[in-house]
């Protein structure tokens, strides 16, 4: 099998699993209890909070564990635009951001009578930003804007976004969910930032939101004190634990690891020109994730070539992850202003660390020989049509 979906998960990395392990069997108390066992789990979440606030450059107390970067983003988006509490109000955002905030903010849109503005996307990518310095009002409450894409790989002049926000008294909250573990982030410039362990080699189930001391927010959810009364429930402590972990091996050789997925990342999309010339790059060739490439392939579906991909041992996707193994046109791309044809012909490669560059050149053989069983099956399609 030849993986190359790496933005939709990662696998475990050894230092997590390991480190994951004691709380799975021997110290599996609750870390709410105060006796032996319960103070041992909570020594874990301590250490892991402390651990990640010190990579993130954040205060420990900023930090809220959560089930993944979709409470993530949903904590942050819903819990901050409702405050204050009265009903209504005005956000801003765009159309190309993951479900977990286009989801949450059309959610206030249609049922608690707020004003939502989708900003314009460039064909690149990219928000239209003199948009943004405009479209805030007294009324606003929060932008939302993504750090970087997870279907085009995609980076935001978010230092620029922040000085907007920042110039106006706006809060900002960004999805980093695809951004760590592969560029420098900066949470100086946001007041809210979600994150996903199993995007950087951490277990699924854990993610945290980062929340700018002193404000305010409205929990989602009600049962207990947990997370300084943010986020109830008894923490995961072994995910916890493991996504704490995960963060060496992520931001190992950074930028080393950087340049390689990157120089793999050009020599996939040299070997697709060549094999199908007609080939479509979408998003900013500069400003972009160095393991992401996404590629149309005009005249074919997305979900045949994934189909025949898979049989061919190749994992890719045609963006998101998240819509229950549907393969549906990306609504990244016509937020984008790409065609229905362009955007319904998409697939998206990913890379991470351990793609190696035998696999990039079987990954294009494999390519090769679909282009060329489906160049045969169209020649067939049409004689027949024209008989």
């Known amino acids: 099998m030849i993986y190359l979906d790496y933005n939709a998960t990662t696998p475990l990395c050894d230092e997590a699993r390991e480190t994951m392990l004691p709380y799975l069997d021997r110290y599996f108390g609750n870390p709410s209890s105060v006796h032996a066992a319960g103070r041992k789990a909570r020594a874990a979440i301590d250490d892991a909070r402390d651990k990640l606030a010190a990579l993130l450059h954040a205060k420990p107390h900023e930090l809220v564990f959560m089930s993944g970067g979709t409470e993530s983003c949903n904590l942050a988006v819903l819990g901050l635009a409702r405050c204050p509490v009265s009903r209504g109000g005005h956000v801003i955002s765009n159309k190309a951001e993951h479900h977990a905030v286009l ?34 009002r007294p009324g606003t409450r929060l932008v939302s804007i993504m750090t970087a894409n997870n279907e085009t790989g995609v980076i935001q002049p978010m230092r620029d976004i922040s000085q907007i926000c920042r110039d106006r008294g706006v809060l900002l909250h960004s999805d980093m969910v695809q951004s760590f573990g592969k560029i420098e982030i900066d949470l100086s410039l946001v007041d809210a930032a979600s994150f996903a362990a199993h995007k950087f080699y951490g277990p699924k189930g854990a993610g945290v939101l980062f929340l700018r001391s002193g404000l305010s927010i409205q929990p989602l959810m009600f049962g207990g004190a947990h997370e300084n009364q943010r986020r109830p429930g008894t923490e995961n402590v072994a995910a916890i634990a493991g996504m704490a ?43 972009r994730l160095a393991n992401t490439l996404n590629v149309s392939f005009p005249g074919f579906d997305s979900e ?45 490669f990913s890379l991470g660390k351990q793609t190696t560059a035998d696999e990039i050149e079987r990954a294009a053989d494999a390519i090769a020989r679909i282009f060329e069983r489906l160049a045969k099956t169209k020649t067939k399609s049409d004689a027949y049509a024209v008989a």
């Open 103 to 136: 989801n949450a903010l059309e959610y206030l849109e249609k049922r608690e009578n707020f004003e939502v503005t989708w900003l314009n996307m460039s064909r690149d990518g990219i928000a239209d930003l003199d948009q943004l310095a405009s479209a805030i």
């Open 245 to 287: 972990a995960a963060t060496d091996f992520a931001l190992k050789e950074q930028e080393k690891e950087r340049e390689r997925e990157k120089a793999l990342r050009d020599k996939l999309w040299t070997c697709i020109t060549q094999i199908f010339p007609g080939a479509q790059q979408n998003g900013d060739s500069v400003r």
């Open 304 to 348: 045949t070539l994934l189909m025949a991909l898979d049989l061919e041992g190749v994992c890719a996707s045609s963006g998101s992850a998240c819509m229950v193994g549907s393969v549906v046109a990306s609504h990244v791309l016509q937020a984008m202003g790409l065609s229905m044809e362009q955007a319904s012909s998409a697939v998206r």
